[in-house]
Nanobody
Framework: QVQLVESGGGLVQAGGSLRLSCTASGRAFSSYRTGWFRQAPGKEREFVASINWSTSSTRYADSVKGRFTISRDNAKNTVYLQMNSLQPEDTAVYYC???????????????WGQGTQVTVSS
């Protein structure tokens, strides 16, 4: 069993930055791929970024490449999502999730945090 707790959301003006954190507890987390997903009102949950705990390999959605950076701190069992140049279309609830698969599909992630709201005003 893996437990995930997100923090760091909030309200920011367009062009601003936020850093989200996801702290994990439970089973050996190094076996998992950790991802960030987001869901805007009326839309499906979508992939944002993911990282492999062992190799640090990362992947990003095209919509956030060059603006968002995912990283991890093994000692703290924490994954971060640094979000720069935020735009109103980035407004959503952001979720941290873990998967044993090398995948960015929502359906392959079995462990989810409670989500944190990010609101970007224009």
């Amino acid at each position: 069993q893996v437990q995930l707790v997100e923090s760091g959301g909030g309200l920011v003006q367009a062009g601003g930055s936020l850093r989200l954190s996801c702290t994990a507890s439970g089973r050996a987390f190094s076996s998992y791929r950790t991802g960030w997903f987001r869901q805007a009102p009326g839309k499906e949950r979508e992939f944002v970024a993911s990282i492999n705990w062992s190799t640090s390999s990362t992947r990003y959605a095209d919509s956030v490449k060059g603006r968002f950076t995912i990283s991890r701190d093994n000692a703290k069992n924490t994954v971060y999502l640094q979000m720069n140049s935020l735009q109103p279309e980035d407004t959503a609830v952001y979720y941290c999730a873990a998967s044993l698969k090398n995948s960015d599909s929502v359906n392959h992630y079995g462990y989810w945090g409670q989500g944190t709201q990010v609101t970007v005003s224009s």
